[in-house]
């Protein structure tokens, strides 16, 4: 599975990539990026199965480039999983409204972040086949 | 409000510190003078804004930050990789600790605009006189004494 993982922090771009490994989701094709702006950019040059986001970045943050990728025809349908911190029902839904189909909420276990990702493969699977 | 408020921030603390780096907290109770300043620390502040506002800091002995990183890594404290990270370390544990806290407090409806932490060193003065504050609160997670301080409102 490729991964993307987008935060300005590259302690939690760890931790998530090891809570992956720990999950069981191979992580050998990580890809890891410190802003939206080169979020975008590693997915114009990779192919990413699936995309783990923090909201609150320098350069670019995540809700704009969130918008980027959903109004652009080659990246639009990449699944995105915000990761943050925050709690908030309605920020959750305006984050849904987005188009971002998971939510993970810190801090997370590997059960809580394998689950978002069979969810999503479930959900890519029902799109193959419809 | 304030022993409602400081008891939540106990109790959320207890649960983020075991969840992300797997280390234990206890509270100190008012009056203990057993703990002294460390020699070297560390403060963290992050700012929030919102349903209210504020600022919520932590203050940690230096050493405490790179166990802080090699148990959210699984990596031994004495890696240089934990080390060069013990800082980043401790401002996503106060960004997580913040996020939660205000949930905590405020349910789940409110949005709150939650700030960039920021890091400085703090001389163990400074130690002594934040842990005098009314609204700071000590404790011991695992063996080092940490001290928590929240504010609320515009200047906080």
Redesign the interface.
């Given at each position: 599975m490729n991964i993307l993982i987008v935060d300005d922090s590259s302690t939690v771009r760890a931790v998530i990539k090891r809570t992956l490994g720990i999950a069981g989701v191979p992580t050998d094709d990580v890809q890891q990026a410190a802003n939206g702006q080169e979020g975008i950019e590693a997915l114009q040059n990779n192919p990413i199965d699936i995309v783990f986001t923090d909201i609150n970045m320098p350069v670019m943050g995540g809700v704009e480039m969130i918008e980027r990728i959903r109004a652009d025809d080659a990246l639009r349908a990449v699944p995105i999983v915000v990761v943050s911190t925050e709690g908030s029902a309605t920020r959750i839904a305006e984050l849904q409204a987005l188009g971002v189909q998971g939510y993970l909420r810190k801090p997370f276990t590997p059960e809580a972040i394998r689950r978002v990702v069979d969810d999503l493969a479930e959900v890519s699977n029902e799109n193959s086949r419809a | 409000m304030k022993t409602v408020g400081l008891d939540t921030l106990g109790e959320v603390f207890g649960e983020?510190v075991e969840?992300?780096a797997f280390m234990f907290v206890e509270a100190i109770e008012e009056g203990d003078e057993a703990v002294p300043a460390p020699s070297e620390c560390l403060i963290a502040h992050l700012k929030f804004g919102g349903e209210f506002s504020g600022k919520l800091s932590i203050a940690v002995p230096t050493e405490m930050c790179a166990e802080l990183?090699a148990n959210?890594?699984?990596e031994e404290a004495d890696d240089p990789d934990a080390i060069a990270?013990g800082t980043?370390?401790l401002?996503?544990l106060l960004?997580?600790l913040?996020?939660?806290l205000?949930?905590a407090f405020a349910g789940?409806?409110?949005?709150?605009d939650?700030g960039?932490p920021e890091s400085l060193p703090f001389s163990p003065e400074d130690w002594e006189a934040l842990k005098a504050s009314p609204v700071t609160v000590p404790y011991i997670v695992d063996e080092y004494p940490v001290l928590l301080h929240i504010n609320f409102g515009d200047d906080g």
């Open positions: - | 983020i969840q992300m990183a959210m890594l699984g990270k980043d370390a401002k996503e960004n997580v913040c996020g939660n205000l949930t789940e409806d409110p949005v709150f939650l960039v």
